[in-house]
């Protein structure tokens, strides 16, 4: 078995990705090519998650996102949304506790108004517990959809510019210098806190998006494994980080 100084001793002179973003894929199919119930498979990923958290804390990482529920997650099973609070429930006093021992912030993203009061609670003890964690900013994307949070953004940005105004009639010139670009409209992004990933990794061989971060992840690498995410320990990301090292990432311009 790899030790972590081998591991460590791999990354020693290769760049660490600043941001990175993970579609956390395969939980199901892991729990079914072992006969188990799928839960038991979200138990896994959940497991494998707290690894990754507390490795990509240790190597430098300063910006970890994952899409752990998405707003199209919801078309699943009650029991299988059950299952997935519940783990969710559960873990995140040890998300807390290990986001304490490794200087680490909490943040999460997405829609929260659709949860109950009592999860939006969590998500909130889950933040302000953490707030003052300056090693990593760990995120968490809950019925979160990329589209969606442009729409919100939209929404954002039209009232903050409507109570600018203070509801008065728009000249042409105001209208002609409303100062919208893309910087000031990442701030009404649900992301403003976080820089855009460097690596995107997408795990279980599938090769989309699936509406996350599609405005963040115009210029990012992606590095899409077969491996199923609760067999995603550090070794593979060590693997992802060694791919992310070999591209050449020019942002649309020549060297
Ligand atoms: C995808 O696997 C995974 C999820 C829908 C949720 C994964 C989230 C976690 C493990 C993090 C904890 C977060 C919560 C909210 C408990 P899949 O079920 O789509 O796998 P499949 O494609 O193989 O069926």
Redesign the pocket.
Known sequence: MTSDLEFYDRLKDLKIPNSVAI??????????KRNLP?EL??????D??EEIIDYASKIGIKYLT?????TE?WK?SKE?ID??????KL?VPIIIDNAHKNNSRCYIIGDLSRFSKEMQDTCKMLMEETKSGTNMVFT?A?NYGGRDEIIRAINKLFIAKITEHNNKEWTKKELDNLDITEDSFKNYLDTNIIPDPDLLIRT?G?MRLSNFMPWQLAYTEFYMPET???DFHKEELVKAIESYNKRDRRFGGRK
């Open positions: 579609i956390l894929d395969g939980n199901g199919r892991w729990a079914q799928r498979g979200h138990k896994a990923g959940c494998t998650l994952v899409y752990a529920f998405s997650n699943r299988e299952a997935l609070f519940r783990l969710f873990y968490m809950l279980s599938e199923l995410w609760p």
